[in-house]
């Protein structure tokens, strides 16, 4: 995923002492499968993806790779290229240990991958009410949502998703922008919120509270957990799913565009001037 972490003559990458390469072996794609079951723990019939799946990506041309730390394969992440022909990747899935900087080297990694092929994008679908989700995609990578998608994939019977609807986003990862090299340069994109900003949606007692969204810049809350809130509280997870839906799909349905996460909370939405 990155220019800046690569030699560009195809040897693994590495990054805060991980060790990120391309994939080609059947044995390599079944420490992946097990991998992503320990993740997600899906259900039998619907893993994220599949050895073969894997295996017939991998040889047209299209992006396997792993994460390793101390030889141990700690993360992974599939895609294939997508439209616009000739510009673009979609990272299918990602799953990685959590909190090790795994998730950050895949994506340089990724970023490298992309722009040696004259891709100037990657593109990805995340449940925007992941808070620590939107704030990796958005602060420490810089890619931004561009399209909300109600009920993307249907139901999903795995333990992170199972009970709730399938709301994403589409994030787009501009490259070549200078806030994009900067983020992988580990330099955070921290959006400009005016003092003018109103809250569209807010938080009361952990449940969603709407608010005004007729101002130019708009702030739109996300639950500080929503896994977990699916768990203790699955009305109230069901509430910030048709909040966030409503109020951010919404705007963003209107035209209005998201610049940034703020404070680790919420969405900076911006309406056309």
């Not at 259900?43 to 295996?55: C, F, H, I, K, S």
């Not at 931004?144 to 709301?167: H, R």
Request: aromatic residues 8%; charged residues 25%.
């Amino acid at each position: 995923m990155n220019r800046d972490a690569t030699s560009g003559d195809g040897a693994d990458r590495t990054a805060g002492g991980v060790v990120v390469r391309e994939l080609h072996s059947l044995q390599e794609f079944g420490e992946v499968f097990r991998l992503f079951e320990r993740i997600w723990r899906p259900d039998p019939g619907n893993p994220p993806a599949t050895v073969e799946l894997m295996r017939a990506l991998s040889h047209a041309g299209n992006y396997v790779a792993g994460a390793y730390e101390d030889g141990r394969l700690a993360g992974a992440s599939v895609g294939f290229l997508a439209a616009p022909a000739g510009r673009a990747l979609h990272s299918h899935v990602t799953g990685a240990s959590a909190g090790r900087g795994i998730g950050f080297a895949l994506k340089l990694h990724q970023r490298s991958w992309a722009l040696e092929r004259g891709l100037d994008r990657v593109t990805w679908t995340y449940d925007p009410l992941v808070r620590r989700n939107a704030h990796f995609n958005l602060v420490k990578l810089g890619a931004l949502p561009e399209e909300y998608l109600p009920s993307f994939y249907g139901a999903m019977g795995d333990a992170i998703n199972a009970g709730d609807e399938s709301d994403r986003v589409l994030a787009v990862w501009r490259l070549a922008e200078p806030h994009v090299a900067a983020a992988a340069r580990r330099e955070p994109y921290l959006p400009d919120v005016p003092a003018e900003a109103v809250t569209g949606l807010g938080e009361r007692d952990g449940r969603p509270v709407a608010g005004r969204t007729d101002a130019r810049v708009v702030l739109v809350a996300v639950p500080d957990d929503v896994e977990d809130l699916r768990r203790r509280d699955p009305e109230a997870a069901k509430a910030w799913r048709h909040a966030v839906r409503e109020v951010l799909g919404g705007l963003m349905e209107e035209g209005a565009k998201v610049t940034g996460f703020h404070h680790k909370s919420c969405y900076v939405v911006e309406r056309p001037s």
